[in-house]
Nanobody
Framework: QVQLVESGGGLVQTGGSLRLSCAAS????????VGWYRQGPGKQRELVAT???????TYADSVKGRFAISRDNAKNTVYLQMNSLKPEDTGVYYC???????????????WGQGTQVTVSS
């Protein structure tokens, strides 16, 4: 089973940028998709962006136009470029592998430590 490790979080001001990395312990080429999630203070974990093995990308409405997900199969890494950050983007960001079943993505039950993103106003 591929393990994922998140990094790149930090403290930024409103309007700033960060690039998160999700490094896999093995090949991500055959994984159906990889997703970035976040969990804000007192909130449930939410799916922010996904990228499939074919390069199909989806975003949550709240981040469209500001975030960009990408993958480098040679480095077994998925990135999340976050621009125009807002205080409401604050939270712990996680990545996870996704399996596609009957048109729906299902995440692995195993989660990493995540990386903290804090956006100050």
């Amino acid at each position: 089973q591929v393990q994922l490790v998140e990094s790149g979080g930090g403290l930024v001001q409103t309007g700033g940028s960060l690039r998160l990395s999700c490094a896999a312990s093995g090949s991500i080429f055959s994984i159906d998709a990889v997703g970035w999630y976040r969990q804000g203070p007192g909130k449930q974990r939410e799916l922010v962006a996904t990228i499939s093995s074919r390069g199909t990308i989806t975003y949550a409405d709240s981040v469209k136009g500001r975030f960009a997900i990408s993958r480098d199969n040679a480095k077994n890494t998925v990135y999340l470029q976050m621009n125009s950050l807002k205080p409401e983007d604050t939270g712990v960001y996680y990545c996870n592998t996704l399996r596609l079943r009957a048109g729906t993505y299902y995440s692995s039950p195993s989660w990493g430590q995540g990386t903290q993103v804090t956006v100050s106003s």
